[in-house]
């Protein structure tokens, strides 16, 4: 059977309904456990109380995760080479020396200490810590304001691609030669705005939540859909290159899917009217960065691929061929052949609901000794 090469409508059903099926996985069957692990991270449990009674909380799971995290950050910054390339051959030196020196540098100026601690504590608490290293395109505009140009000049000027013309007036002047022969000509007055790249590697921590991976999944190198999705005004959008025709029709913000899951990070609740002003390029539209191999041209061999989706309907922005994936996964207690194991606290939740119960025992206990209660028996005098 000979095998065609795919349409952009068949892609974008294609990448759709695994981001889709993904995404439902995450939120049935790990979104749950990773919100009971976070209230009694922050010191809450399910075992009840009475009224009257002490409502204490052992906060085991805290203590675990505080004391820990400090001694493996240690692992990775006693050092002044949080990273360090090794040559393999006696001409690779120079370069090895200059490549470690260089992602050293971005990594410090990436706040790689907090990078760290974020990680750390996703993975202890909520089973993964997703780091995630790009390079981020993006532009900035300067924006100038000439005058009493010729008409080369302005035709100089304004040639480039990453110019653009915001206002222009022409003025008709006149001016003689050496001969004193009176000439006609054009005057230009313009305001211009230079597009100028700003790009740079970017490392970041990803809060699970927005992190989304196919349920057969075993590693970030053994997936059929893997991604991350989070929330970019229409502003970030534009400067990325995108259009206003690319954004129509676009709505839906990440509070559509992971409000109870942001709130129990958060410890508050975020108000989305704050967003919405009178500006409409501050207005949030959640934005889906998928990865997936597929065979678009119909070779016979899938591609690893990046597709860009916009919306809660993940309209397809962009599909372009990928060299790798763009994440790296941290755990603390891995599940052999599945990507996700079990967190520190998942581990330690039992010991908090055991060590809470027993501390208002004892407390309980304590109160009733120091403080009995009196009975008192109608129609008996003592």
Known sequence: MKIEPMDDMTVEGIIQKAVQDAVDFIEAEIEEPRIRSQRYYDGEVDIGYEDGRSRVV?????????????????????????????????????????????????????????????????????????????????????IYTVTNLSDDEYNFLVEPDDIEV????????????????????????ATIKKNIPDGDINIMSIPPEEFFVDRNARSVDDFFVIGHRTDCTVGDLLA????????????GSMATFQAEAEFERRNYATDDDDDESADPTSKKIVITEAYMKIDKEGTGQPMLYQFILGGTNYKMLSCELAD????????????????FGSSLVDLVIDDQDAATAMLRGVLDNVALTNNPGLEIIDGQVS
């Open 240 to 251: 990325m290159g995108y259009d206003h025709d690319d954004l129509h029709g676009i709505e």
């Open 324 to 339: 790798e994936v763009p994440f790296a996964i941290f755990e603390v207690d891995p599940e052999p052949h599945a990507f």
């Open 58 to 142: 052992a906060t085991k799971c805290r203590e675990v995760v505080k004391s820990l995290k400090p001694s493996i950050q240690r692992i990775f910054l006693s050092t002044d080479k949080v990273v360090e390339f090794v040559p393999r051959m006696p001409e690779d030196v120079k370069m090895c020396e200059q490549m470690t020196e260089y992602a050293n540098y971005k990594f410090m100026q990436n706040d790689g200490y907090r990078l760290l601690n974020d990680v750390f504590q996703d993975a202890m608490v909520k089973k993964t810590g997703i780091a995630k290293v790009m390079f981020e395109e993006k532009f900035k505009s300067e």
């Open 166 to 189: 915001l206002e222009h007036s022409e003025t008709q002047t006149i001016d003689f030669d050496a001969d004193g022969v009176e000439i006609a000509g054009v005057s230009h007055d």
